[in-house]
């Protein structure tokens, strides 16, 4: 038989205070608020106070990156604790273990603001694509530079930059669809992701991750809080196969077929996923079998 993977979960439905109504949404309502006021508080801590430290102590570029990294991946790790403890959601990762590997690429579908925030909390050391925004943002232009993540605009200098990032053995992580999905609306993959992985990945994990119900969507304010507790779930699938795809003739064609396997994979699966229950364990898909501790 094969195992189920260890669970990292959040899920304090017990503590909400019962006199808030079904479910406690006015109570929600304020730790969605309370947790927002202080991811920007820590913003300006890590931004202005811890960052600079890294900046200034001795150190190779690799350790002051890891530095870097690390402090990001605590303070976002207790963002997740906290909003879990005073019952905004409950979460579980299934076999988040078997990322952060050397050279891995980590992609995932893009279902809520606070995805990237659950990966970078969970696996240790992994560099990520994200918004160019973010360096115009003084809240997180210094963390964003010191832990080298990677611009998502130029495409040309993303996808180079993300794939010696790999060959220097770091994880990096992916959304290939480049922005949050539409509830309601099939969500499209860009060929960003497989031109990397095919140009320098040493492997390729899927990670599925759904919300429900959904919150925090493109299409939601933060403050429109949903009738019951929103379950975030992320599950960690098996590698991709890639070396179909390096088979092929030129790196455009190959690019283009991995695209449309990973978004019909991403498609299918999450669309038998939806079919079951939310937050039950039960027995892993053929996808998700086999997660090593």
């Not at 080298?148 to 790999?166: G, K, R, S, V, Y």
């Not at 994990?205 to 507790?229: D, F, G, S």
């Not at 299918?268 to 027995?283: E, F, I, K, T, Y």
Request: proline share 7%; aromatic share 8%; charged share 20%.
């Amino acid at each position: 038989m094969i195992a189920e993977p260890p669970i990292e979960s959040g899920n304090t439905a017990a503590q909400l205070p019962a006199s808030q109504g079904q479910d406690a949404r006015y109570w929600r309502f304020v730790v969605t608020a309370l947790s927002f006021f202080l991811f920007s508080i820590g913003a300006l801590l890590v931004g202005f106070v811890l960052m600079p430290l890294v900046r200034i102590l001795p150190a190779s570029r690799e350790r002051r990156r890891a530095r870097a990294r690390g402090m990001m991946r605590a303070s976002l790790r207790l963002f997740v604790a906290q909003m879990a403890g005073l019952g905004g959601m409950t979460y579980e990762f299934r076999g988040a273990a078997r990322l952060g590997r050397p050279g891995q690429l980590i992609i995932a579908n893009h279902p809520s603001l606070i995805d990237v925030v659950f990966l970078l909390a969970f696996v240790p050391g992994t560099g990520c694509v994200v918004k160019q925004g973010l360096w115009r943002n003084p809240l997180t232009r210094g963390a964003v530079t010191l832990a080298e993540f990677i611009t998502n605009d130029p495409t040309a200098t993303m996808i180079e930059e993300a794939a010696t990032a790999l060959r220097e053995g770091q994880a990096v992580i992916m959304f290939p669809e480049g922005t949050r999905t539409v509830p309601g609306q099939s969500f499209v993959f860009h060929r960003g992701a497989a031109n990397v992985a095919l140009r320098a990945a040493t492997t390729v994990c899927p990670v599925y991750i759904r919300v429900r119900p959904t919150t925090l969507t493109k299409a939601e304010p933060w403050y429109r809080i949903p009738l019951r507790r929103p379950h975030f779930s992320l599950v960690v699938g098996e590698d991709i196969d890639l070396s179909p795809y390096r088979a092929m003739a030129s790196l455009p064609v190959s690019s283009r077929a991995l695209n449309e396997h990973l978004q019909a994979h991403f498609q299918s699966v999450l669309a038998r996923l939806d079919d079951g229950p939310m937050g039950q364990r039960g027995n892993p898909s053929d996808e998700m079998s086999g997660r090593a501790n």
